[in-house]
Nanobody, 120 residues
């Protein structure tokens, strides 16, 4: 059974940088052809894809966020991490990590999500 769990700060001040970590169990994040995603949902709005890191360590980011984000991984801990810089209140959202399996459109396993609020 694959499980994903997000962890990170609940409150961040504007202009700061925060990091969120997704811990994966039940499958190695280096397993062939899986993509590991970050997605967010601001209050009252739809889902927004942030980016992914794939099984080989390659990354791809949402162009609208690319200048402020970085996704990395720690294979020894089976974790991948999102770093978002220069945050504003518009970055307030529930942040999810999710798995994108090979040969299937969409994300099949999700973490429960964690709320990050940006406020002074």
């Amino acid at each position: 059974q694959v499980q994903l769990q997000e962890s990170g700060p609940g409150l961040v001040k504007p202009s700061q940088t925060f990091s969120l970590t997704c811990t994966v169990s039940g499958l190695s994040i280096t397993s062939n052809f899986y993509y590991w995603n970050w997605i967010r949902q601001p209050p009252g709005k739809g889902l927004e894809w942030i980016g992914y890191i794939d099984y080989s360590g390659s990354t791809k980011y949402n162009p609208s966020l690319e200048s402020r984000i970085s996704i990395s991984r720690d294979t020894s801990k089976n974790q991948f991490t999102l770093q978002l810089s220069s945050v504003t209140p518009e970055d307030t959202a529930v942040y999810y990590c999710a798995r994108d399996p090979p040969g299937v459109t969409g994300w099949d396993y999700w973490g429960k999500g964690t709320l990050v609020s940006v406020s002074s």
